[in-house]
């Protein structure tokens, strides 16, 4: 039922006469490490072998010219440049600054490949990155009193003490799999453990938060996340990269449905029908050539020109490039950060919170006026490549008045929940404790993490329909603030 | 490791000879607007050159014979027979009839083209979906002042007044990134706006409701819908309106899941593993060859034929004529309306619903058991294409005892708040109030707009498991009932 | 857009040469079938026609060496041997032992082709399925007393008795489109009804629970299971089965979110990416070459072999030959059942439940500490062709350590449930009620059913994220067991 089309006839011949191309040399490093792990670990070898990687070499990439070109590092060590990009490339590399180098049959290998290894060819792209919110996911999450505080009501087990549930400290922590699958966990050296393995007894590394692929992870080098989040081992590739699937790992869950909004948006169906017609490894990518409606990476990341080649939107990987709000920040959407390491923030009230408790922005921390408007202009761009100015200007006007709204209504439900607080009807920051934790609190908690996120994403990406309404949107968010209203008159009133 | 097959090969060998084909010229108009939109707007120049419209005239089209044939209008004006139909042909088209209609250039542009201009060619299909129910959508929703209650509790922004939570009016209306995304908007001439464009200044006009693409669009030329809605712009494509993820853009949330219980049934499994190897562009579809399991658009509209060419169904753009009964109508499930417009419908209690609360079909103008007969033959003609007669009335016996059964589980709980109502439990209709926006009322409501909803449509599309029970299904509908019992003995009874 | 690789073309010459194959010959018996089906039934004609039943003979096939064979039986009857395995095949092999078998134009016919008929080429596979707890489905859940209380509880009607709500039967059965849609129905005959078709008056058998395609039928040969659960009619694909798709049909609710984790775990990003250059179709399947990224069947169910065609994994069709734990069984996980057959388990307490309300395992009946290491080994084989020991050791302890503190969880909710039991805020067992009907049942069902479910897939899965936190996991439990609690202190304390 396929049909060709004659540019895939002329394609085909074109092939056929091509492949006389001498493909990069590999290493001898390499070739031994294949000599065992090519039946070893067939899975990942015959992957990398599928991906750019294996085909070239460092010195044929920084030949290319333009916007083709990938490796962004002026400069590359001569050793590397005439060979592929094969596992010894990587995993001895830099060997001094990994802890988790170990002596592996006379090759000083560390296992844990970090984005400082990855730099010495993509330098821009890792200086970019360590500006991205998603570099400082662990540390952002962890060394922020109040997230910790939500943290630990959610990875704690609930246990009865005297009749009443206490939230237990697990006896094994359940983070690396619960937050920190995504945020990234702390790398950290333990002993050294021998194992019988079909060439002998060997000695490897025992590393705790292993394995984890989370985009802040906290390497053994001390350089911060991992592009295998998004470049998934051992192909890295680009094409994975681009598609949506990759985002929806961790942008999927009621806190944060961006994934499930994109694919019940006009963009998402497209993207749904057609995507096994485009060209997801074509750089620069061509929109309308490569692809016709945007997946994630087009609109938040990917270098894009038109059919002329003219730059629509640079390439980055600083995701808050294109962004002038933080839609999902804690409690109230607002300005985005201007820092990616957002620890030092402090509310009026003195908390590590982008807003207080009143949807008042922390001062000085926050974009701007004129920042905001050049992230907008910046996300546009890829917009008015398919849109017209006032179908655009239609858009934004209405995401501004969700944002605000949806703030409004997080408001509403914060007031009654300051409220309970202050009659006693759960015990809160106020009172010395956790105030996420109690069923009241859980509530509350879901009015901004999830109904307000929802809304807004919605709106963000013009998902609307049933992520705005019926999908944890409008029709759940006001049914739980009047859930919270319910609740607390329930809760005596103090005497006269 | 991908293989061809030799009907490939020769399809091959065929296309190489065939390209001398000469596609139809472009018209001086169209061709005035991609001297600029080509590199402004390359999307969506390049997505429509990638569709029919650009490959072909009207004059072709027509002389096809037969069930291939796509232009339904038996006259088109010969000005538009020999050109593609580009830019011009359908953006300058009836200028009086648009209030949005200015000059652009020295061309009298209109920016929103509506079923009315597509009618030109596909005159059959838009009348056809002048009777569908979603060509009425806006209305449907706005003018009925029952479901206007349903929608104010939905989007206004639930705010603190002494104490107590009421739904306030948005500073900006949220419906067009709401419900009404959906159901499309009613759009309006707002003025003019004068824009400083690469080209020099530059008048447009400013459409109030704009963007929106939804089913039921009151469009500036009075016309109603948005062909875009299913086909989007400016492909137009049959091949995206007959894949699943079309009809998902509007069909996958809590109140109408028929996405997500398509995807996880048998026809849904079968779709996902095999449709790469599908023809969804042949005309007619021919069951078996081009395609082995329904899509939502082979049950609801396609027009079908077996590998003989005889015809098993026929084309629909109006939805109802392969359906009996509406299944996520208000609160029961009932008979379908006969009518597209359902707001001049009047239950048993004056109201604009077809059922009154005791689920009572309103008189007159749901289907009788006749009219229902005809429909259910109707979408039984496919279904008896690959499956035996007492498999399809295995089926049906059970669609019907379902329908029954989450109709008397509706009753339960409406019975329940009728009678919180009438206890002052909480403010209903009776009393002058909103009867869906109290947390209990919200409650209520889940029972048929969620998980009813949810059980017929998991039955309808014999999609069962999950969607019929753990999913929104029976387990969720018996306990929310439960939960309003509950509820309803917490408020005190009157005293003797 | 797309690009053909050298070997393709290679293929693609390969293919022009060696389509001389002569397919192998139709019977008479479904030649006379065809004669009448193949414009009657196109859809599955066609798709019997595109698989592989249709294009080979059984006799051919055995003559395949080594792991390709697809035929485990020894010895097929001959007449069998020689034509391809059509309509009259299966539906007319075994007659006396069918129920449902009729006279239908003279041939000996019956309805419902049962794993007995497969067996009759697929022996090896159909007594790997006897011993797979699928193959006991139906009774498993319908002849166990305590799994029948939660049935009923969810496919009984909520109607109002005297102003309260009991769960009546309902006026037909809607389990076979419910709860046994999955675990199969119970088939049974009715009567003869005589249908006036295209060729005159004609006979057909009347079958109760028909249409069905659960994993546990009980089939008119009393065979247990339908292959046609995830071989789907009439293709009867193993490219079908070896993709998510299939699993998702059973595996997507909240009791059992499996290819939903999957979906958004590493492993399904890069099959949703990649999956359309992967072969499904090898036998065996070559890790690395045919695929790179697991499937449902890849870990639990195919054959696997390395580049170098070294085995993996064995083929198996029992399920639990690769599991070491049960997590999703009713109330807490537990070390998996040695048998399929699970009506006969009695725990402490004398239920027929693997674990008492405490979580304590019964005894005699679930794997012990060897074997379940047998099963963790026969897993990890397929894990360790991409990852080190290392890596998948410190998966596994994540594992077992979310077992037991899913399980601690649990156990708190348990005790608050059975506190409400004994003071009389529920009727549970002990009051000879049902413990799964009342909504704070509902609540307390929820933790296990749905949350501890969600967070162990998520854990088993590496899917980490979401489901493990926000998307009914932690999040969710830990505020479900708090609201159990917060309803716990409404009930009135016993006076003194």
Redesign the interface.
């Known amino acids: ?6 540019v ?2 002329l ?2 011949l074109l ?2 006469a091509a ?1 006389a191309r001498a493909d990069a040399p590999m290493s001898p490093d390499t070739e031994a490490c294949l000599g065992c792990h ?10 990398w072998k ?1 991906g750019r990687h294996a085909r070239t070499s460092p010195g044929e990439a920084m030949k290319v010219q333009g916007k083709a070109l990938l490796v962004s590092s002026q400069e590359v060590p001569k050793s590397l440049q005439g060979v592929t990009v094969g596992c010894a490339e990587c995993h001895t590399l830099r060997p001094e600054a990994h802890a988790d180098t170990f002596d592996h049959n006379g090759h000083e290998v560390h ?1 844990v490949v970090s984005p400082d290894d990855c730099a010495v060819c993509h330098s821009v792209e890792r200086e970019q990155y360590g500006r991205n919110l998603m570099s400082h996911a662990y540390g952002n999450l962890m060394d922020n009193r109040v997230y910790k505080l939500l943290e630990a ?8 003490e005297k009749g ?2 206490v ?1 237990a400290r ?3 922590d ?1 983070n ?4 920190l ?2 945020h990234g966990t702390r790398l950290s050296l333990g002993g050294t ?1 021998t ?1 019988d ?1 079909d060439l002998g007894e060997m000695d ?1 590394p ?2 705790r938060g ?2 984890n ?1 989370g985009v802040g992870r906290v390497n053994l080098d001390g350089s911060l996340g991992a592009c295998t989040a998004c470049h ?1 081992r051992h ?1 890295f ?1 680009l ?2 990269a681009r ?1 949506p ?2 985002c ?3 942008h ?4 944060v449905p961006a994934y499930k909004v994109y ?4 963009h ?3 993207f ?3 995507h ?4 997801f490894g074509a750089v620069p990518w ?5 692809f ?2 945007p997946t994630c990476a087009a609109c938040h990341m990917s270098l894009l020109v ?3 080649g ?1 730059e629509i939107a640079e390439r980055t990987h600083e995701i808050k490039d294109r962004l002038a709000y933080r839609l999902f920040g804690l409690i109230y959407a607002h300005p985005h950060h201007r820092d990616a390491d957002t620890t030092l923030i402090r509310n009026r009230d003195g908390l590590p919170l982008p807003t207080d408790f009143q949807g008042r922005p922390a001062e000085g921390v926050l974009l701007n006026e004129k920042e905001r408007d050049q992230r907008r202009q910046a996300m546009q761009a890829s917009c ?8 655009v200007d ?2 934004w ?2 995401l501004e ?2 944002i ?2 949806t703030n ?2 997080t408001r ?2 914060t ?2 929940m300051q409220e309970i607080w202050k009659r006693g009807g759960a015990a809160g920051l106020a009172a010395g404790a956790n105030p996420f ?3 009241i609190e ?2 509350w908690s879901e009015t901004w ?2 109904y307000a996120n929802s809304i807004r994403l ?2 963000a990406m ?1 998902g ?8 944890y ?3 759940q ?3 739980n ?3 919270i ?2 609740e607390s008159r329930r809760i005596p009133r103090p005497g006269p």
Chains 1, 2, 3 share one sequence.
């Open positions: 039922m396929k049909r060709f089309r004659n895939d006839v394609l085909l092939l056929l492949d090519d039946s070893i670990h067939p899975g990942i070898v015959q992957d599928a296992v009501s959610i990875n704690g087990v609930p246990k009865l009443r549930v939230t697990p006896e094994m359940p690396p799999e619960s937050c699958y995504c453990v194992r393995t490897f025992e590393i292993w394995p692929q998934p192909r590739s094409e994975t598609k699937y990759t929806k790992e961790c999927a869950g009621p806190d694919e019940a948006s006009k998402g169906n497209i749904s029908s057609q096994k017609d485009w060209n061509t929109l309308g050539k490569d016709t409606a038109n059919t002329d003219k008015l490549a398919c849109h017209t100015r006032s179908w239609g858009h006007i209405r008045a969700t605000r709204e409004d209504a509403t439900a007031d009654l934790d109690e069923f859980k509530t993490l999830f919605s709106s013009a609307g329909g049933d992520y705005g309404v019926f999908a949107g409008r029709f968010m006001s049914g603030i009047q859930q209203a319910d």
